[in-house]
Nanobody
Framework: QVQLVESGGGLVQAGGSLRLSCAASGRRFSRYAMGWFRQAPGKEREFVAAISVSGGSTDYADSVKGRFTISRDNAKNTVYLQMNSLKPEDTAIYFC????????????????????WGQGTQVTASS
């Protein structure tokens, strides 16, 4: 089974950029669709971005479209989230998640569809 470890979080001024990485252990990473979610204090966890097994399909929450980009490198067992033009409302703990059993192009945007989760990384965008 794949295990996930996020990195790349930190403190940045509003308007700045960060790139999150999610490194997966195990040999079956290329068979998982991947997603990023976030949870701000006092709020429910919410979908941010998702990418298919092949990497050819992606989806984004409306709040991050045009600012965030999800990508994956199956040779490195890693999924990325490039975050540009960060806003204070992007402040949250960011989690990556993996979902097995999809076809090459499907993406999943709800957290209950994901079986494996990382421990999260804090992102803080200050105003």
């Amino acid at each position: 089974q794949v295990q996930l470890v996020e990195s790349g979080g930190g403190l940045v001024q509003a308007g700045g950029s960060l790139r999150l990485s999610c490194a997966a252990s195990g040999r079956r990473f290329s068979r998982y669709a991947m997603g990023w979610f976030r949870q701000a204090p006092g709020k429910e966890r919410e979908f941010v971005a998702a990418i298919s097994v092949s990497g050819g399909s992606t989806d984004y929450a409306d709040s991050v479209k045009g600012r965030f980009t999800i990508s994956r490198d199956n040779a490195k067992n890693t999924v990325y989230l490039q975050m540009n033009s960060l806003k204070p409302e992007d402040t949250a703990i960011y989690f990556c998640a993996a979902s097995l059993g999809l076809n090459a192009v499907a993406v999943r945007t709800t957290d209950y569809e994901y079986e494996i989760w990382g421990q999260g990384t804090q992102v803080t965008a200050s105003s």
